[in-house]
């Protein structure tokens, strides 16, 4: 059964027994107010039967005479012509036999104790029977016909009865409305999650208002739009680690191919000296990249897995340590690098901050064309200590910005190649930003450079810096 349903039934269970209870009471109490009516008046009448009938034998024993049976039945008779139209009466002699009698069949004079006062059923008929024993050894019954009362309350029942299954009706179908109108929400709810089951992780739900059932929608969308962030972010990791995947095996295969190649030419033919050596020149120069990639990845692996020791550097000498590393790739390019002076001081590690910056140097002059100035920058911020490298290359296009320092990413594979690249640097620098608890910001235009910065810790309150 639907909740729907289950709800509709609920409440009109509730109602039914409501209006039961309170028509019950009312009914009873209506006729219990009315019989204590009743019973005060008729009591009332019999009280007035009684004196009348005592007035009578009183006076028969003021005259002296005996109050014989026929006097008695002569005086019930008359007693029963000016009693009510309802009400009926019986004369006994206590011990002897009825005297007068126009009472219902079935009642005799010990039907009723007297003093006392019982209800009697003849039929469809109920009679208020009052008993009292008189003067002379009499006993007079009356018996009043209270059968309207009780007519009068069935038909009342009936009547409830019938207003009640009109009023069950009406609440029945108002319910039923009101139920499926609740419920629909939680319809929506069941539909939308079947629907995100099924793989349609944008599905929302977007109940207004501000009840439980529109804060329970809310919660649903919160918790879809997490779900579908986690699947989308799941689904971007296996994307990545395929690419990874086929960009390493990519990068293992060129050079190896190229390595086999010579080193089989060398193997299996007698080659002139000049042949010789630019086979061995070609090994040489691809083991060189092999061991560039693994030293990389290692150096990514370790990153990973072992924490960060911070330790307070300055920047001038590791500024003089990464221009020396870099100056063979410098010159060999044609390409001036710009150093600043400085006193500042970060939290960083010595070793893994130098080698951001030198791949941040190398893949800037890689990018810049001869004569052009690679700068390495060094500023303060409230927030800590700004550290990067800026170059007037070829920069790097919009929609290339967001993938530049995933593994194995390259914006011109062709040229990245050709300069000796695999696509690790920038991700290798981004994972030593986050190993320092920074993010490496990139800023680039094609044809106008690049700008990429990391936001260090400061060490100590920077001085002036001499020049930028």
């Known amino acids: 059964m639907k909740f729907a349903a289950k709800l509709s039934c609920a409440m009109m269970l509730v109602l039914a027994a409501a209006l039961s209870a309170g028509g019950c009471m009312l009914l009873y109490g209506d006729f219990s107010d009315r019989l204590a009516e009743t019973s005060t008046q008729n009591e009332v009448q019999h009280s007035l039967l009684c004196y009348t009938l005592e007035g009578e034998l009183l006076a028969f024993y003021s005259r002296g005479d005996a109050v014989t049976e026929t006097a008695l039945a002569e005086a019930g008779s008359q007693l029963a012509a000016a009693a009510p139209e309802s009400c009926t009466i019986g004369v006994w002699q206590i011990g002897g036999d009825t005297v007068y009698s126009d009472l219902p069949g079935g009642l005799s004079a010990d039907a009723v104790p007297g003093g006392q006062m019982l209800y009697y059923r003849d039929g469809g008929s109920v009679y208020a029977v009052y008993a009292t024993d008189l003067l002379g050894d009499a006993r007079l019954l009356s018996a009043f016909d209270v059968t309207p009362l009780y007519q009068a309350r069935s038909r009342s029942v009936w009547r409830f009865l019938g207003m009640e299954a009109v009023v069950l009706l009406g609440a029945a179908l108002v319910t039923t409305l009101l139920s499926r109108r609740m419920t629909r929400p939680l319809e929506l709810l069941t539909r939308a999650s079947g629907e995100i089951a099924a793989g349609a992780y944008d599905r929302r739900t977007a109940q207004p208002g501000s009840d439980e059932v529109a804060a329970l929608s809310r919660s649903f969308d919160e918790m879809a739009a997490a779900v579908q962030d986690k699947v989308e972010q799941l689904e971007l990791s296996v994307q990545q680690r395929d690419d990874f995947m086929g960009a390493f095996t990519h990068e293992l295969k060129t050079p190896m191919t190229s390595i086999i190649g010579y080193a089989d030419i060398l193997r299996s033919m007698q080659v002139d000296p000049a042949e010789q050596k630019e086979a061995a020149g070609a090994i040489f120069h691809e083991a060189k990249r092999l061991e560039t990639l693994s030293r990389k990845l290692l150096q990514l692996m370790r990153l990973a897995e072992e924490p960060v020791e911070l330790t307070p550097v300055p920047l001038a000498p590791l500024f003089a340590q990464v221009a020396m590393s870099t100056l063979p790739a410098c010159r060999a390019a044609g390409v001036r690098l710009r150093v600043p002076a400085t006193d500042r001081a970060v939290m960083a590690d010595a070793d893994l901050l130098t080698d951001l910056l030198c791949n941040l140097v190398t893949n800037a002059v890689k990018a810049s064309a001869p004569g052009q100035t690679v700068r390495l920058l060094s500023g303060g911020s409230p927030r800590g200590v700004l550290v990067g490298v800026a170059d007037a290359g070829c920069g790097i296009p919009p929609e290339a910005l967001a993938r530049v320092t995933e593994p194995f990413y390259m914006v011109d594979k062709s ?44 060490a100590h309150s920077p001085g002036k810096e001499e020049t930028r």
């Open 415 to 458: 040229r990245a190649r050709k300069n000796g690249g695999s696509g690790i640097g920038l991700a290798l620098c981004q994972r030593i930003a986050e190993a320092h608890n920074a993010h490496l910001s990139i800023r680039s235009q094609v044809d106008r450079g690049t700008v990429v910065t990391v936001l260090l810790q400061a």
